[in-house]
């Protein structure tokens, strides 16, 4: 089947659709995006990926070229002309496009707005999460403004493929101190030795995860005791299990750091069933 992306309010083959040399995503990195994952054709943790991508506008002053309405428009109808059931759903806005000069462009220069969709084999997703995963660790690297979902990605980009060298899904980016911030596209997580569901919490310079916030209210509704609180390396490799977070990847069980095993080795019964639960949770809310 053809691809199909949209571009600046039209609806072109994926092979044709193109921004401007001179769009300050190309040129400066200058602008955001959003990731939502498709499940049953529909959009996960709808609202929350809204709220941040409005957010991480706001934050750089972008002016929003369009309501949510029309955006979920856009959305839906991306993932429908690429008859995605299951996958992801990207949105890219960035400042526009202008003669390059690192200032801002003059006011009312549209931002310019792609949306793509592709398809997910969710059998080979739920085998990997059966099996777990590994990740290596690098150090932190990024700006103090990871809050922000801007699409000037470099050093996740270096890191996701020093892991992929080293045969692992994932790379963990380790601070100054020893603790580990996020993954390069995901959200880290582990049950410590007594049990404790830990993850970083978002004062810290990380990017506020959907699929974590999400999770974080299904594990309320459970019961299960968490601590927003970092870890270190060593806890993780001491940790009962470790997963990751994500649009991408949603929860998927870690069983491997820097080559070491995470506890026995295996996926363990705690993550297996947040997994569980979050897609079931995701499904029934997804838009
Ligand atoms: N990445 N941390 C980082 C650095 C991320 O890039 C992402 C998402 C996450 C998880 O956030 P969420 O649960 O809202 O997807 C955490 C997307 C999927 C990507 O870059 O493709």
Not at 52 to 66: A, D, G, K, N
Not at 141 to 170: H, M, Y
């Amino acid at each position: 089947m053809s691809r199909i992306a949209y571009v600046n309010g039209r609806f072109v083959p994926h092979g044709q659709a193109a921004v401007h040399v001179e769009d300050r995503g190309y040129q400066f990195a200058d602008g955001v995006y959003e990731v939502w994952a498709v499940l049953g054709g529909r959009l996960a943790d709808a609202a929350g990926h809204f709220e941040r991508l409005e957010r991480s506008l706001t934050e750089l002053l972008i002016v929003p070229p369009m309501g949510r309405p029309s955006l979920e428009v856009v959305l839906k109808e991306t993932a429908r002309r690429n008859r995605v059931r299951e996958g992801l759903v990207y949105l890219q806005i960035t400042r526009g496009v202008a003669p390059r000069d690192h200032a801002f462009p003059r006011p009312g220069t549209p931002p310019s707005v792609v949306c793509t969709a592709h398809s997910l084999d969710r059998a080979a997703s739920d085998a990997r999460a059966e099996r777990g995963a590994a990740v290596i660790t690098v150090p932190e690297t990024r700006w103090s403004r990871c809050d922000i979902k801007s699409v000037a990605l470099l050093p996740n980009v270096l890191a996701k493929q020093q892991a992929r060298a080293a045969g692992a899904v994932e790379a963990w980016f380790v601070d100054d101190l020893g603790l580990v911030t996020e993954g390069a596209s995901s959200n880290a997580w582990i049950i410590d030795k007594q049990g404790r569901v830990r993850t970083r919490d978002t004062q810290a310079n990380i990017l506020r995860g959907i699929t974590r916030k999400t999770l974080l209210s299904v594990m309320a509704r459970e019961g299960l005791k968490v601590e927003e609180r970092p870890f270190t390396v060593e806890e993780a490799l001491e940790a009962r299990e470790a997963f990751i977070t994500g649009a991408g990847t949603l929860l998927l069980p870690i069983v491997s750091i820097n080559g070491k095993q995470v506890g026995d080795g295996a996926v363990g019964p705690v993550a297996k069933r947040l997994r569980r639960l979050y897609i079931e949770e995701a499904r029934r809310t997804a838009l």
